[in-house]
């Protein structure tokens, strides 16, 4: 038996950007979100300037990070945009009102909601949060949001479709505190409608 002091067993960064009671925004990395359909459930922590965001404003982009991003997550990792940082966070994060600069990320507009896109994703998920959800006796919320728009970058993108290429385009993964990107392709699930991309073919 083993204890692990996390459980992040390989699952995706996603960058969110939600906005500030003054207007600005933030940015915040996450590895904590899964897909439902059209929809998007995240976990984040009940103290986190995202949560407080989202219960006052529900408008948030998910921008799925790609493994080339990593550095950048990272140096957004130890930042919180919470002013004054909780006390349960001030041992390890330090407040920084601008994440983007910080970064060295760029906003991009968005199309229907407030916060900005991250133009170096090529995955950005436009979105609502519908229901906030507490668990864990108060330390985290369960996020689910509807996806309103999705941008991808055209390269990445089946040509003709509106299907992402997996050959192509893969999200960062976060696994045990440690970063990866996905192993060579073993298969495919029955269905996959991008088996026979000119990209399989060759």
Same mark, same amino acid.
């Given at each position: 038996? =083993?204890?692990?002091? *996390?459980?992040?067993? +390989?699952?995706? %960064? =996603?960058?969110?950007?939600?906005?500030? @009671?003054?207007?600005?925004?933030?940015? !915040?990395? *996450? #590895?904590?979100?899964? !897909?439902?359909?059209?929809?998007?459930?995240?976990?984040? +922590?009940?103290?986190?300037?995202?949560? /407080?965001?989202?219960?006052?404003?529900?408008?948030?982009?998910?921008? %799925?990070?790609?493994?080339?991003?990593?550095?950048?997550?990272?140096?957004?990792?130890?930042?919180?945009?919470?002013? &004054? =940082?909780?006390? #349960?966070?001030?041992? %390890?994060?330090?407040?920084?009102?601008?994440?983007?600069?910080?970064? +060295?990320?760029? $906003?991009?507009?968005?199309?229907?909601?407030? $916060? $900005?896109?991250?133009?170096?994703?090529?995955?950005?998920?436009?979105?609502?949060?519908?229901?906030?959800?507490?668990? +864990?006796?108060?330390?985290?919320?369960? =996020?689910?949001? @509807?996806?309103?728009?999705?941008?991808?970058?055209?390269? *990445?993108?089946?040509?003709?479709?509106?299907?992402?290429?997996?050959?192509?385009?893969?999200?960062?993964?976060?696994?045990?505190?440690?970063?990866?990107?996905?192993? &060579?392709?073993?298969?495919?699930?029955? /269905?996959?409608?991008?088996?026979?991309?000119?990209?399989? !073919?060759?």
């Amino acid at each position: 038996m =083993v204890r692990p002091s *996390i459980l992040y067993f +390989g699952t995706p %960064v =996603v960058l969110l950007t939600t906005e500030n @009671d003054d207007g600005t925004f933030n940015l !915040a990395p *996450i #590895s904590s979100a899964w !897909a439902l359909g059209q929809h998007i459930v995240l976990g984040l +922590g009940s103290e986190s300037q995202t949560a /407080r965001n989202l219960a006052a404003r529900s408008e948030l982009v998910i921008n %799925v990070a790609s493994p080339e991003l990593w550095e950048q997550v990272e140096r957004l990792a130890p930042l919180t945009g919470a002013d &004054p =940082v909780p006390e #349960s966070k001030r041992a %390890v994060y330090r407040y920084e009102s601008d994440k983007f600069a910080a970064s +060295g990320l760029t $906003p991009a507009d968005s199309h229907i909601v407030k $916060p $900005p896109r991250v133009a170096e994703c090529a995955l950005q998920l436009e979105a609502r949060a519908r229901a906030l959800t507490p668990g +864990g006796a108060g330390l985290f919320f369960s =996020v689910e949001c @509807d996806v309103l728009r999705v941008h991808a970058d055209e390269r *990445i993108v089946v040509p003709g479709t509106h299907h992402i290429d997996p050959a192509l385009w893969s999200p960062l993964i976060y696994n045990f505190r440690h970063y990866h990107g996905l192993a &060579p392709e073993i298969g495919y699930g029955f /269905r996959s409608e991008t088996v026979n991309t000119t990209t399989r !073919a060759a």
